[in-house]
């Protein structure tokens, strides 16, 4: 525990830093709320459960500062040129940003990531459109941020990405919307939007007698019980035959322990995810061996060490290539598929990773 926090300790201490600076380099600008006055403050004695650490950079980017080094590491392997400019901007905090965009070569960057508080954004991507600065937003699930903006890029997908996945999965199913919640609105928008044909039922075991046996049967769990599941596949798994069904169930049982997955393991199980990482990638693999060497510490979703890799690495090639889509780069986290609907607007990421759940192994489908 002492080497891990030492490691995030020395870490956290930002400051900018150069990488083969010359005249042909592409300069890119991280704006990352580090909020290093907590960790400043931090008693290294009075930190000795992860807990304790969780308190002090539970707000605090670390995670995808060190994702993100990673790749320009990787990308400076490869020949390209980069001047890496890291600030620190905290909520709330428009001076220090005003300070930031003061500097000329703040000005002149080629690309600004930033993954910022939502109240700070807005405030940044006004000055990199007034600059004509591509600006990067990794996190946010606001589809707001790209309206009369078109420098902005948006990695999280909107509302619709999911069930446009399902249904170019599944181009002639039959769909089941089980259970009514806001999950459960996109899908009847998007399906009624496309003339998509579904049903809508609200009774935890009632979808079985739904199925059709004439096409594929594909099942979307909008409701908000664990035990719904346990339920419904303990009474199926009883039966001398099983109903044929793929099924689609919420995101968080991926990142949740109150269901036992074995359970559903008689059955088609997939998830819909903005971010999921198949450990057992080579590529992953590699990147995990990267970072716990030179951190000290495990990269994971929930300190964005893969958001921070994969929106540099892209991010920083789709400019080197003037915009042209880099083709050789698989993202470890997020499937990335811009779309611009309007001009005047900015480009948001309509890619979701479709996974799937087979004999207790997570594999990704799209």
Known sequence: MKKILVALL??????????????????????LPMNSGNVEKAVPANMREPKDIDNVFGR????????????????????RHLNIIAKELNSNDEATLNAIFSETQVQKANLIVAPVSKDMFPKVAVLAQRY???????????SDIIAGNPFVYKMR????????????????AHFIIWGKNEFANDYVNYFTANNISFKNIEEESSFTAQLSNDVENVVIACTESNNAYAQVANALALRST?????????????????????????????FLSDFFVDEQDESTKVFIDSFTKKYHTT??????????????????ELICNDFHI????????????????????????????????EYLHYSVIK
């Not at 004509?132 to 606001?142: A, E, F, T, W």
């Not at 689609?248 to 109150?258: A, C, F, M, T």
């Open 10 to 31: 020395m870490f956290a201490c930002l400051t900018p830093s150069i990488h083969a600076q010359n005249s042909a380099a592409k300069t890119v600008v991280f704006l």
């Open 60 to 79: 605090s980017l670390v995670g995808f500062w060190g994702g993100a080094q990673i790749a320009i590491d990787e990308l400076a392997t490869k020949g």
């Open 132 to 142: 004509k600065i591509p600006v990067v937003n990794p996190l946010s699930n606001n």
């Open 157 to 172: 997908p909107p509302a619709d990405a999911r069930p446009a996945i399902l249904a170019q999965q599944f181009p002639d």
């Open 242 to 270: 099983l109903p044929s069904f793929h099924w689609v169930l919420p995101e968080k049982i991926l990142n949740e322990n109150g269901l036992d997955l074995t359970i559903l393991s008689p059955f088609s199980i997939y």
């Open 299 to 316: 990269p994971s979703l929930a300190n964005f060490a893969y958001q921070g890799y994969d929106a540099t690495y892209f991010f920083i």
């Open 326 to 357: 880099p083709k050789d780069f698989s993202p470890l986290a997020c499937q990335l598929k811009f779309k611009r609907l309007n001009k005047a607007d900015g480009f948001e990421n309509h890619g979701v990773r479709l996974v799937r759940l």
